[in-house]
């Protein structure tokens, strides 16, 4: 009967395959057998998750949307972000580092131990609870956005609390800056000074600066938060500049001069990791360098340094979040460290105040009412 499904066998396949139908459409697909008996047993267990589709308990897929694998669901994703003008190089890295280890997976059949299994080597590797979480999150999005696997598995969310405390004091700063290479120096005094991130700063290019107004643009596909921002450029940073312009020359493969389109460059090729340059000038400088898991200084600091430097300087907190791209008032709290240097400035104001206030109490005029009613002052 039509609605028990069939069990046949093709002219040319030496498989089984069944037949059967969903809501009027007819569904045909291979037993993966030469036993009848077993392809029977296959067409009655398809025919329970076709009953199970049509009483609504689970979602029905069919033998082609068996095969989508998670780098689909993830080339999908990809696409809805570049149309909300949301992809970037932050979503990139984490997208990929999805698919290389989930990707060839059919996204039907994605369990949560697998997922936790990829957990746990992102943790093998050093990778923080948050970036993690960051991952998971875009591959939820991915499984929500296709609708044609469902939900995905149930995917677990790490704890978080990567709130560091290392931030730069000046001269700790200019130390370091001392041990950098020439390359590096003026790349971490732009960090130092905005609060920008290392994709950030290592994505500006000449043709985004305006010389005329002095003011240089970060694109909206180079910011991690997805907003395009600017910087006018005063003082040491319009010097630091001024120095990248001329250094923007370097010399090519056959002798030939060159010009960078990157401001900040090594022969012409943006400046990504720098890790045994840091931590060489670190020490050198006779500072710990590391990573968040073991309290070293890194590059990340300097940006928490610069959000404390421009609250200090009585930079407002809405135009302080515009110059380094934090998005919530909450995260960037977190990044206006307060040290114990901090404390005691305001314990020692805090003194300073109390003792002016008036050590005896004062005389204060009363009034009472005299036999007539009439009120008088008392001392």
């Known amino acids: ?61 069919s033998p082609a949307q068996r095969k989508i694998k998670v780098s689909a669901l993830l080339d999908g994703l990809k696409t809805d972000y570049e149309i909300r003008g949301k992809w970037n190089p932050r979503v990139r890295s984490h997208v990929m580092a999805v698919k290389d280890k989930l990707g060839q997976w059919p996204a039907a059949f994605l369990t949560k131990q697998l997922v936790d299994s990829y957990v746990l080597e992102r943790q093998q590797l050093g990778r923080a609870s948050a970036t993690i979480n960051n991952e ?18 149930k995917i677990r969310k790490l704890p978080v609390n ?48 305006d010389m005329e107004a002095h003011m240089m643009r970060l694109r909206h596909a180079e910011s991690k938060n997805g907003e395009a921002r600017k910087i006018p450029l005063e003082g040491e940073l319009l010097e630091i500049f001024q120095r990248r ?13 060159v010009l960078s389109e990157l401001v900040f460059h090594r022969k012409g090729r943006p400046v990504k990791r720098f890790n045994r340059a840091w931590k060489t000038a670190c020490e050198n400088a006779g500072l710990k360098a590391g990573r968040k898991v073991d309290g070293g200084m890194i590059f990340h600091d300097l940006r928490r340094s610069a959000a404390r430097n421009i609250r200090r300087a009585g930079v407002s907190e809405e135009i302080a979040m515009k110059i380094t791209g934090h998005k919530t008032s909450s995260m960037f709290r977190r990044y206006n460290i307060t040290n114990e240097a901090d404390l005691k400035k305001a314990v020692k104001k805090t003194q300073e105040y109390v003792r002016k206030l008036p050590v005896k109490r004062e005389n204060v005029l ?14």
Do not use: C
């Not at 200019?174 to 003026?186: F, I, M, S, Y």
């Open 245 to 257: 312009w001329a250094a923007r020359s370097f010399e090519g493969e056959h002798g030939e001069t």
């Open 366 to 379: 009363q009034f009472s009412k005299d036999a007539g009613g009439k009120k008088k002052e008392t001392a």
């Open 136 to 153: 998971l999150q875009l591959l939820r999005q991915a499984y929500l956005i296709s609708e044609d696997v469902g939900n995905g598995p």
């Open 1 to 61: 009967m039509r609605g028990d499904g069939a069990v046949f066998k093709p002219p040319n396949s030496r498989f089984y395959w069944i037949r059967y139908h969903l809501n009027g459409k007819e569904y045909r697909e291979t037993t993966g057998t030469e036993d009848s008996k077993e392809a029977v047993q296959f067409l009655r267990k398809k025919m329970k998750e076709v009953g199970a589709a049509q009483l609504g308990v689970q979602k029905f897929l």
């Open 162 to 209: 990567n709130a560091r405390e290392g931030f730069f004091e000046r001269p700790a700063f200019e130390a370091l800056v001392a041990k950098l290479p020439e390359a590096l120096k003026d790349y971490a005094r732009f960090g130092y000074l905005t609060g920008w991130r290392l994709s950030e700063i290592s994505s500006l290019s000449w043709v985004d600066l």
